[in-house]
């Protein structure tokens, strides 16, 4: 019975704390880019459901950009089709191009949909094509290569995202965008975060990976930062301290503040109600990026 209640007590202490946060960033705009072993395996997948449904429930404005890059492959696999990379980036000729918006708007979007649904969470999904969110033109890669339909994005239309929010609703944008002659591209996920985060004025855009957030050592997990500012960030790449597959992460987390995002976090979705954690803590569990010191 002691046992008992000093876990209930437990709980009210964790709610407690978590009041100035809850009362910081009410009806503030969240963007989670959702992405790694978070939305493969579904005992983790169910969690972060949980966490973008609490973030609506206590007054938040939730928006979900996802990824799906090992979905892609897969299906293409399935249907014989082989994937080319150059430099990690994934050639896209048109046919790639319909089979990613397939397997992004149309299986995984729509599910992510309906995970929020049936916790109570009135979810719409839609492509960066829907109310041509996304304006795209053709992306080229770091030596010029051409690497078929992949976009980079031009600019953003929120109207859309805001009607959405303004009624209620949670966006769950798949990163497919469109130029102005109405051909399809396929979108970074974290670019595409990254700008609808900077066109919405978001308080905050979480970055779920499998990563424990940004590392000084990427084989000592330890090495975590807590909190970088834009400043640090830059001279840690300069120095080599950032160094590899870091680099694109922390520039897409430098993009959004550049775009008017608050703050960036990075996070390490493999850990339980790992959002939650990171926004109404006093320690949080992953990277925090801004501009400044917070």
């Not at 929010?165 to 130029?179: A, E, M, Y």
């Not at 990427?218 to 840690?236: C, H, M, R, V, W």
């Amino acid at each position: 019975m002691i046992h008992d209640m000093h876990n209930e007590i437990l709980k009210a202490e964790v709610l407690v704390e978590a009041i100035p946060f809850i009362r910081k960033f009410a009806s503030s705009v969240v963007v989670v880019k959702y992405g790694g072993s978070a939305m493969v395996d579904d005992a983790l997948c169910s969690l972060v459901i949980q966490d973008i449904a609490m973030l609506k429930y206590i007054g938040l404005k939730p928006v979900v950009v996802h990824g799906g890059g090992n979905e892609i492959t897969a299906m293409l696999e399935r249907l014989g089709k082989k994937t080319e990379f150059l430099d990690g980036l994934r050639v896209t000729d048109k046919e790639t191009a319909k089979i990613a918006e397939m397997v992004l708007s149309g299986s995984i979007g729509k599910n992510l949909v309906e995970s929020l649904q049936s916790v109570g969470i009135p979810s719409v999904g839609i492509s960066g094509k829907d109310g041509r969110t996304l304006l795209c033109s053709k992306k080229t890669d770091a030596k010029g290569r051409d690497l078929g339909y992949v976009g980079k994005i031009d600019s953003v239309d929120s109207t859309l995202l805001t009607t959405l929010i303004d009624n209620g609703f949670v966006p769950v944008l798949s990163p497919v965008g469109v130029d102005s002659l109405s051909q399809t591209y396929n979108v970074n996920a974290d670019y595409a975060a990254s700008a609808v985060a900077g066109a919405l004025g978001a308080q905050k855009l979480i970055f779920l990976t499998d990563v424990e957030g940004i590392l000084k050592d990427k084989n000592d997990p330890s090495s975590i930062f807590s909190s970088l500012t834009e400043g640090q960030a830059l001279s840690y790449i300069e120095d080599g301290t950032i160094a590899g597959g870091m680099i694109p992460k922390v520039q897409c987390c430098l993009d959004a503040l550049q775009k008017g995002v608050k703050s960036v976090h990075v996070l390490d979705g493999r850990v339980p109600h790992a959002i939650l954690l990171e926004i109404f803590t006093t320690k949080g569990i992953g990277t925090m990026v801004t501009k400044e010191e917070a």
